[in-house]
């Protein structure tokens, strides 16, 4: 599969649009701010880790008209704001919001506290609820954009020692159906991205936490109908598809990138 925004035989344009990817310094969120650059647009990149997140430019292009990072937890309201009033002073408007920012954790309930489950719930379905919520004017504003929620096969269905991750990805897969009913009649379309399981970091560290992760992977991997494990560009074709004009007839839907481990 080609990387770049030229992808099934179509090319995505995103010059003069401005788009902002949350958790965008690895994995998927890096995949598809690299496509969106690829195709003209400016990226706005925010992430928790200044470290990373400043490599992540670097690698991308020089910071500057295009490409800038900005330090920001999306668990916390108040930066949700401040990712939104960024974007606008940079660049002066909003056309596309990906929230891919995410975290995850397997515990079973009754060892999970109150403050693991309120970091997942947090950042997982609070945050991309108050990133649209401060977005949407200025999308109403620009007559029109494209919101992509980053969910998860654990927003369709339930995965085991997963409880709290499948109640914020599935509330986010909800939402973004609901969003999608109230901001149609504006020329704003929301759709969810449900990948599986996605060879980033995130599953780096998960697999640290395991008491044999070599055989944990090994059973992950044999667990898929196509027998591997997903690509971070992968995923990030498809956010690149709903974000562009390709895309202008879809709203409301939960696109599942995995493997078909949701099939049946």
């Given at each position: 599969?080609?990387?770049?925004?030229?992808?099934?035989?179509?090319?995505?344009?995103?010059?003069?649009?401005?788009?902002?990817?949350?958790?965008?310094?690895?994995?998927?969120?890096?995949?598809?701010?690299?496509?969106?650059?690829?195709?003209?647009?400016?990226v706005l990149l925010t992430g928790r880790d200044e470290i990373k997140g400043e490599k992540a430019v670097r690698q991308l292009g020089e910071p500057g008209q295009k490409l800038n990072f900005l330090k920001a937890d999306v668990s916390q309201p108040a930066?949700?704001?401040?990712?939104?009033?960024?974007?606008?002073?940079?660049?002066?408007?909003?056309?596309?919001?990906?929230?891919?920012?995410?975290?995850?954790?397997?515990?079973?309930?009754?060892?999970?506290?109150?403050?693991?489950?309120?970091?997942?719930?947090?950042?997982?379905?609070?945050?991309?609820?108050?990133?649209?919520?401060?977005?949407?004017?200025?999308?109403?504003?620009?007559?029109?954009?494209?919101?992509?929620?980053?969910?998860?096969?654990?927003?369709?269905?339930?995965?085991?020692?997963?409880?709290?991750?499948?109640?914020?990805?599935?509330?986010?897969?909800?939402?973004?159906?609901?969003?999608?009913?109230?901001?149609?009649?504006?020329?704003?379309?929301?759709?969810?991205?449900?990948?599986?399981?996605?060879?980033?970091?995130?599953?780096?560290?998960?697999?640290?936490?395991?008491?044999?992760?070599?055989?944990?992977?090994?059973?992950?991997?044999?667990?898929?109908?196509?027998?591997?494990?997903?690509?971070?560009?992968?995923?990030?074709?498809?956010?690149?598809?709903?974000?562009?004009?390709?895309?202008?007839?879809?709203?409301?839907?939960?696109?599942?990138?995995?493997?078909?481990?949701?099939?049946?």
């Amino acid at each position: 599969m080609t990387s770049d925004a030229n992808l099934f035989g179509c090319q995505f344009d995103f010059s003069k649009k401005v788009a902002i990817v949350t958790g965008g310094s690895s994995g998927i969120g890096y995949e598809t701010a690299r496509m969106l650059l690829a195709g003209g647009a400016k990226v706005l990149l925010t992430g928790r880790d200044e470290i990373k997140g400043e490599k992540a430019v670097r690698q991308l292009g020089e910071p500057g008209q295009k490409l800038n990072f900005l330090k920001a937890d999306v668990s916390q309201p108040a930066q949700c704001k401040k990712i939104i009033s960024s974007a606008i002073e940079l660049y002066g408007k909003i056309d596309i919001v990906v929230n891919n920012a995410g975290v995850f954790n397997a515990n079973p309930i009754e060892n999970v506290t109150e403050k693991e489950f309120d970091w997942m719930i947090n950042t997982n379905l609070k945050g991309p609820f108050f990133v649209c919520k401060y977005a949407v004017p200025f999308l109403k504003e620009n007559k029109g954009g494209s919101i992509i929620n980053v969910s998860s096969d654990a927003g369709l269905q339930g995965n085991r020692l997963s409880s709290v991750y499948c109640a914020s990805k599935g509330g986010l897969t909800i939402f973004s159906k609901a969003l999608a009913l109230d901001l149609a009649s504006y020329g704003i379309r929301v759709n969810c991205v449900c990948p599986g399981d996605i060879a980033t970091p995130m599953l780096d560290k998960d697999l640290k936490t395991r008491s044999d992760p070599e055989k944990y992977l090994e059973t992950l991997t044999g667990s898929y109908p196509v027998g591997r494990l997903g690509r971070p560009e992968e995923v990030a074709s498809v956010i690149c598809f709903l974000a562009s004009g390709i895309s202008d007839f879809v709203t409301g839907a939960s696109w599942s990138v995995d493997g078909g481990i949701t099939a049946g």
